[in-house]
């Protein structure tokens, strides 16, 4: 199946009211692994490079080339997505080598300039037809920069999207980023207040910090794009710590990444079912 556009996946499951699974790539192992899982699950998924990520890689030509070779192959609609941009050169590098969506993220910045700013990277993506998320709230849990207890006010959303032109925005309703045990408390109040005032479809960041019948309620309150990546980080990690337990002299890498792959495969497929999203 041929990459589809970010729009299409987020669209069709805000009108039927289903999630999207979002996951991160950090290496080629995990894309794999996130198509596998969404082919387990028979649900589209969207693939997602984070500019973190890009710096690990040293460039997004390789790893994003790659991401997009992997998303060719699916059996099921798959889209490729720049997460946390936060500059404008690396939105046109990523529009430039066909990734479907970017998520520009001017948070940090003042409500005025984060308009501007975020204003400027649409018009450019818009005129090569991709999808374009934003952020305003500053969700919890990146460089200390973002407040975890920061809420989105749905009136100033409402205005942010019109101001702006964006296609999707992240609020802040209670998640922060890097959680490694599943104690956030979203405000579904808030939640569903956003979905009656905003005309685009809401992301959900930080998502891996939201136990399973939340982020469940949380597509029915009105989430549609949910983030995961901590918590695939855990699965592939502990498998790999496992297996090289049992296994102390093994010295192939591909021994022990394996295994890694396969569980994150298997958390991605029954994630997709927490998401309603088949």
Do not use: W
């Amino acid at each position: 199946m041929p990459l589809v556009s970010t729009g299409q996946i987020v669209g069709d499951a805000a009108r039927a009211g289903r999630g999207v699974g979002a996951f991160n790539v950090i290496q080629l192992e995990h894309a794999q692994a996130l198509v596998d899982g969404a082919e387990r699950a028979g649900a589209p998924v969207i693939l997602q490079i984070s500019e973190n990520a890009v710096k690990y890689h040293r460039a997004l030509e390789p790893i994003g080339l790659a991401t997009l070779a992997v998303a060719r192959t699916a059996s099921v609609p798959v889209a490729v997505h720049l997460d946390h941009a936060t500059r404008p050169e690396l939105v046109r590098e990523a529009v430039a080598l066909g990734f479907g969506s970017v998520m520009y993220d001017a948070s940090v910045l003042p409500y005025d300039e984060n308009v501007e700013a975020t204003r400027e990277v649409v018009g450019h993506c818009h005129a090569a037809g991709v999808f374009v998320e934003a952020e305003l709230g500053e969700v919890g849990g990146k460089d200390g920069v973002h407040a975890p207890g920061a809420r989105t006010d749905p009136a100033e959303a409402a205005t942010f999207v019109e101001s702006t032109g964006i296609d999707a925005l992240a609020i802040a309703v209670g998640t922060s980023h890097a959680m490694l045990e599943k104690t956030a408390s979203l405000d579904f109040d808030l939640i569903a207040a956003n979905r009656k005032t905003v005309p685009v479809p809401l992301v959900l960041h930080g998502s891996s910090g939201v136990p399973d019948a939340d982020l469940t309620r949380a597509v029915e309150a009105g989430m549609t794009k949910v983030n995961i990546a901590t918590s695939l980080n855990q699965a592939f990690t502990g498998a790999v710590r496992e297996y090289l337990a049992a296994n102390p002299k093994v010295v192939d890498t591909r021994k022990y990444l394996a295994p890694g792959r396969d569980a994150v495969a298997a958390e991605v497929a029954r994630l997709l079912g927490v998401l309603r999203a088949a």
